[in-house]
C-alpha cells in the first residue's frame, strides 16, 4: 500500500481514510520494525515551528493522521478533502483489532489512578484483550521503562504523555524495539478513563469538540485560541504563494 501524503506547512500528512489508514496500521504492525503514528494537529505543528528535533520526529513517523479539524480546513483550503481522524477513535480501533487478533499491547501514560482505571474499563469493554504492560506518565528514570517494554515486547504500545513528551518517547524506543507500532494519544487515557468526557455526538460531528473542551476546561482557552486562526492565516498564505 502506497502513502499519499500533502506537505502543509512543511509538515507530511497522510491522506488515507479511516479504513486505509487501518489496513495501512496493520500492514506496519507485520512489518519487521518499529514505526510511529503521528496524530496531527494545529497545536502540534505550532509546537514543532519552535522546536526543529519534534518537526523532524513528526517528518520521520510512518504515519500522520489528520486530527482536529484545523487539519481537515488547512487541506481543504488547498482543494483537499479528507476525512478527519481522531486519535482517540484510531486508537479504539488499533485496540479492538488487537483483542480479535490476540496481539499483545501496551500502556504508557497519564496518573497512577488513571492508568489503572483505563485498563480495568478496557478489560470490561474486549475481555481477550492481552495488555502485557502499563505504566504511569510520571516516571523518572525512562529507560528503565524502554527496558521493561522491551522485555515484554507489545505489538502496540499506546503512548500518553501529551505532546512533544510522548513523540519524543516514541521516537526513542522506535531504535530499541524490534518490531512494536508505537502511537502517541494525548489525554486519550483520561477519557477512557472516565475522568473526562468526551462531547456529545453532535459536538463531535460538526467537528466542534474542541470548542466543547475549551468551554469545560476555559484553562485550554489560551493554548488553543490564538493557535487555529493563526494556523489557517498561515495556510492561506502558504497557498497564495504556491499559486504565486
Ligand atoms: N501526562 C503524563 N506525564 C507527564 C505529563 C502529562 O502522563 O509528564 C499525561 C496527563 O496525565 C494526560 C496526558 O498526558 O493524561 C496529556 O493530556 P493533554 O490533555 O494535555 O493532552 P492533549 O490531548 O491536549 O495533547
Redesign the pocket.
Known amino acids: 500500500m502506497e502513502r499519499r501524503q500533502y506537505k502543509l506547512l512543511g509538515y507530511n500528512i497522510d491522506l488515507f481514510n479511516t479504513q486505509e489508514a487501518m489496513d495501512y496500521a496493520n500492514s506496519l504492525i507485520d512489518s519487521s520494525s518499529s514505526s510511529h503514528i503521528v496524530t496531527i494537529?494545529p497545536?502540534?505543528i505550532e509546537l514543532a515551528n519552535k522546536n526543529e528535533n519534534f518537526a523532524k520526529i513528526l517528518n520521520e513517523a510512518e504515519l500522520v493522521i489528520p486530527d482536529g479539524i484545523g487539519i481537515k480546513i488547512g487541506l481543504k483550503i488547498n482543494g483537499i478533502n479528507t476525512e478527519r481522524i481522531t486519535?482517540i477513535s484510531f486508537a479504539k480501533n488499533l485496540i479492538e483489532n488487537a483483542s480479535k487478533n490476540n496481539m499483545p499491547i501496551a500502556l504508557?501514560?497519564?496518573?497512577p489512578h488513571?492508568?489503572e482505571k483505563t485498563k480495568e474499563n478496557l478489560k470490561k469493554e474486549f475481555p481477550d484483550l492481552n495488555i502485557v504492560y502499563a505504566h504511569?506518565?510520571?516516571?523518572d528514570d525512562k529507560n528503565t521503562i524502554y527496558e521493561e517494554i522491551k522485555n515484554v515486547s507489545p505489538k502496540i504500545l499506546f503512548v500518553?504523555?501529551?505532546?512533544p513528551?510522548?513523540e519524543e518517547f516514541i521516537y526513542e524506543l522506535k531504535s530499541i524495539l524490534p518490531s512494536t507500532l508505537m502511537i502517541?494519544?494525548?489525554?486519550?487515557?483520561?477519557v477512557w478513563a472516565g475522568?473526562?468526557k468526551r462531547a456529545p455526538e453532535i459536538w463531535q460531528k460538526m467537528g466542534l469538540e474542541w470548542l466543547y473542551r475549551t468551554i469545560k476546561q476555559p484553562e485550554?482557552f489560551k493554548?488553543i485560541f490564538p493557535t487555529l486562526p493563526f494556523f489557517v492565516y498561515n495556510v492561506i498564505k502558504e497557498n497564495l504563494i504556491k499559486k504565486g
Open positions: 494537529n497545536e502540534i486519535g504508557v501514560g497519564a496518573k488513571v492508568i504511569d506518565g510520571y516516571f500518553a504523555l501529551g505532546a513528551k510522548q502517541g494519544i494525548g489525554g486519550s487515557f483520561d475522568e473526562v485550554r493554548r
